[in-house]
């Protein structure tokens, strides 16, 4: 297969995630990075071996190199820069949320559906080998009726208020930072249990608390009811550690957790899911190896899809991303988080 050339917008923290696991790819490989400025692209463009560095995302986007485009600012910027890419004919990995809310994440989809390039909502979580066989389980009925799925993505972070995570401006607060995680999660699941892809809830119900100095949600709670009669209880914090940051999924016959949801191993190696039987004493460890590094993974998924033609990628379809930013909407509203 001939690699893709990838073009990564913004040198931030995930950025730079991104740019090793493409270096590790077969798939892909970098082309050109762009900052707002030309000295954090050129230092980016050293530090990952990348040929082109540009002063601007816009002269990226004219970057007759660059086949795809990964998109990694803060929230707030995801929408221009995806329809820009799209306008550009450039394929988009574009990171999660896709956009700040349902009506402009239609926006995207509709821009690449119009300039028929490809477009996928960075969640790195959907196409690793652990997620198909969580998936995989939960389809065969390994416990049964799924009846309550449990969903976090928590920790405790110092505040800052110069990170973007506590920072309004820039999109900064929990649900739709971590929280668009458990929700995906549990729509994936119920999906499962019902022989989908993925299933919208009947009722989405939720509540944060704002901080008083980031004026932005650092904890929040949702409970989700599915049909099927699935209920789902997700919750989000960056200002509390409520252990974990894992998946636990009960049924009529067991319980399946997921201890790492969200980075499985990370780098190549073996992640671990617990199958409990009801009636079996302890707990079954379940081995789910890859040999790849979890952003590898990824990019892998991405340029596959791109040479097979496809515009969407089967892990997270654009119905998959229009679902999930309806119901981080319903989740905010429910909550009181507005911006
Ligand atoms: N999938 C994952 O595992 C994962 C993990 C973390 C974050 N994310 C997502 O990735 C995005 C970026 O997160 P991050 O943690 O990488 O953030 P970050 O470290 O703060 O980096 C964001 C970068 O965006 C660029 N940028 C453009 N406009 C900006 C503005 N007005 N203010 C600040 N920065 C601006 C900057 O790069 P330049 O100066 O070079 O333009 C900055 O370095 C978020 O949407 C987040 O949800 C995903």
Redesign the pocket.
Known sequence: MKPIRWGI???????G?FAQGVQRSKTGVLAAV????LG??RA?AKKYRIPQAHAS?GSLLKDPSVEAVYI???????AKWAIRAAQAGKHILC???LTMDYPDAAKVVQAAQRHRVFLME???YRPHPQTAKVVELIRKKAIGEVRMIQAAFCFDKLLDPR???FNR???GGGI??IGCYPVSMARLLAGAALGKPFVEPLEVKGTAVMGRRSRVDEMALASLKFPGDILAELSCASRADRGPSRVKIDGSAGTLAVPSP??AAWDPGTSYLWLQKRGERKPRRIPVPCDRNL?TVEADAVALSIRKGQRECPAMSWADTLGNMKVLDLWRKSAGVFY
């Open positions: 917008l913004s040198t931030g923290h995930i950025a995630i762009a900052s707002r400025s954090p692209a980016f995302y990694a600012p803060p929230h707030p910027f995801h990171e999660k949320p960075a969640f790195m990170h973007r995570l401006k820039l999109g739709l930072d969200w980075f952003y």
